[in-house]
């Protein structure tokens, strides 16, 4: 039987209202709630819990999938190489090798106070679209900034100048709960210097980044179309306060426009974009779905530097990538029947979390890999825009999103983050430093969700977080 803290804690989350017309019974785990990935989930814990393969990969695969962490894992070289399979680095670049941002597979973190390099931390740029840049900021979702393009890179070969150095600082200010429990947020200051082409436009806009997990991708990738438009309601037919809405991107393989899933905008439509795109603007790495190299016509040192052949990441190597990053599997929950757990799974439904925060889906039956079909996962992310609000706005637009919208992460593997990763520091820019700090800085669509949990007192908070951290 549920304790009297937990029935307690059931009733007001009931009472402040279920996600759905129909209370769900918060009295006990689902069956299969354990499995986050279905029988791919991986039954590991440990501080290399994000680096596993899928649990239902056959021994051939493994190989396959092992192939691919060999290409994920070690370090690319500088063109003219002997070693001609890995060469080509830069001549601009963030990292040298996958793994320096993907920490272990898992969450990257903003640079120390006084790092010369932001490494798992990247900033992304742009200008605002005009009439005669449409056509471009429809094929890449942004205008790139006139001499350092679309993303900034802190690295560079020999010859040829770093764009510029990045550092932060931190601005904060404190909120407080209806028991005084007081809280300090932190909001990241934006430091350049070193500009190596000049001063950047001066209606620039910026973006910070940091890698996210690369667990469960080809699962998140798998889910229909018709699955995810389904929580779609951009007017906010129903009068929620929710208005979730797709990111419409481009195809470059189609050259269609298609649903954006990945990046912290939705910015890309499929893993083998994704893996192409960070090729070429984290490694300065070419490929046949991402030709050329990230130089702008400014930076005639970068046009002129030694590259590793066309392309320098080819189809088969990309492919190798794609199925290792599709198949990285996702550790069980743990403690799921605890009942602190099960209350603090009340209080997260009741306070409207969920509303976002999608917590099943089912995968599709023509999946692009047999392995990823017809799986019943619970990553609890609809994988849609919404409105956060001003705080945490970064004002620049990418595609349909606009300066103040941002995919729903998953939280699948949130509870494993200090354990893989080393830290806690999440959203898009790292600022918070735990999921606490996460949540109140949840405004504009989430604002209700965020007020209600600034009314939970100790027991409840308690709660809420030990259902966070078994995910």
């Given amino acids: 039987m549920p304790s009297p803290f937990h029935r307690l804690t059931l009733l007001l989350a009931l009472g402040l ?8 019974d918060f009295g006990r785990a689902e069956p299969d709630e354990a499995l986050s990935a279905g029988s791919a989930t991986v039954r590991r814990s440990d501080r290399d819990a ?12 493994r190989m396959d999938f092992a192939v691919g962490n060999s290409f994920f894992r070690k370090p690319w070289v500088i063109a003219p190489s002997s070693t001609t399979a890995r060469d080509g680095l830069g001549p601009l670049f963030n990292t040298n090798a996958c793994l320096n941002c993907h920490i272990r597979d898992g969450r990257g973190h903003p640079p120390e106070a006084r790092a010369d390099n932001a490494v798992s931390l990247l900033l992304r740029l742009s200008i605002p679209e005009t009439p005669e840049t449409a056509s471009i900021a429809a094929r890449l979702g942004v205008v790139p900034e006139p001499l350092y393009g679309t993303q900034l890179q802190d690295m560079a070969v020999p010859g040829v100048i770093p764009e510029a150095r990045v550092r932060l600082s931190y601005d904060t200010h404190s909120l407080r709960f209806a028991d005084g429990f007081e809280v300090e947020l932190r909001r990241p200051r934006l430091q350049l210097d070193r500009l190596g082409y000049g001063p950047l436009h001066p209606d620039t806009r910026f973006s910070l980044r940091v890698a996210p997990p690369m667990i469960g991708l080809g699962l998140l990738e798998a889910i229909p179309d018709t699955a995810l438009l389904a ?21 470059h393989a189609t050259l269609n426009t ?12 499929n893993l083998g974009q ?11 790495l070419s490929s046949r779905l991402r030709p050329g190299n990230n130089c702008t016509p400014a930076q005639s040192a970068c046009l002129a530097a030694a590259d590793g052949g066309t392309p320098e990441v080819d189809d088969h190597l990309l492919a190798r990538v794609l199925f290792y990053t599709r198949h990285l599997g996702v550790p069980t929950r743990r403690a799921v029947d605890d009942p602190q757990v099960l ?8 306070a409207g979390c969920a509303r976002c925060h999608t917590p099943t889906f089912v995968t599709a039956a023509d ?8 799986q019943k996962i619970h990553p609890y992310s609809d994988l849609l825009l919404h409105d956060m609000g001003d705080g945490l706005a970064d004002n620049r637009a990418e595609f349909q999103a606009s300066g103040r919208e941002w995919r729903t992460p998953p939280l699948w593997g949130l509870g494993l983050t200090r354990r893989v990763s080393g830290h806690t520091q999440l959203l898009h820019d790292g600022r918070a430093r735990n999921p606490l700090e996460a949540i109140l800085w949840h405004g504009g669509e989430a604002q209700a969700a965020r007020d ?7 027991g409840q908070r308690a709660a809420l977080l030990a259902f966070l951290n078994s995910l």
Avoid: Y
């Fill in 231 to 251: 929580n779609a309601d951009p007017d906010d037919a129903d009068g929620d306060g929710i208005s979730g809405r797709p990111n419409r991107v481009r195809d």
């Fill in 274 to 284: 994704q893996n192409a795109e960070a090729f070429l603007n984290d490694l300065g």
């Fill in 343 to 350: 209350a603090g799974k009340a209080l997260f439904h009741g």
């Fill in 367 to 374: 999946a692009a890999e047999a392995t990823l079909a017809s």
């Fill in 452 to 458: 209600r949990v600034l009314a939970f007192d100790a």
């Fill in 258 to 269: 298609a649903l954006g899933r990945f990046g912290w905008k939705a910015g890309q439509p």
């Fill in 50 to 61: 994000f680096a596993q393969p899928a649990a239902n990969l056959t021994a051939s695969q």
């Fill in 17 to 24: 209202g279920a996600c759905d017309g129909q209370a769900p």
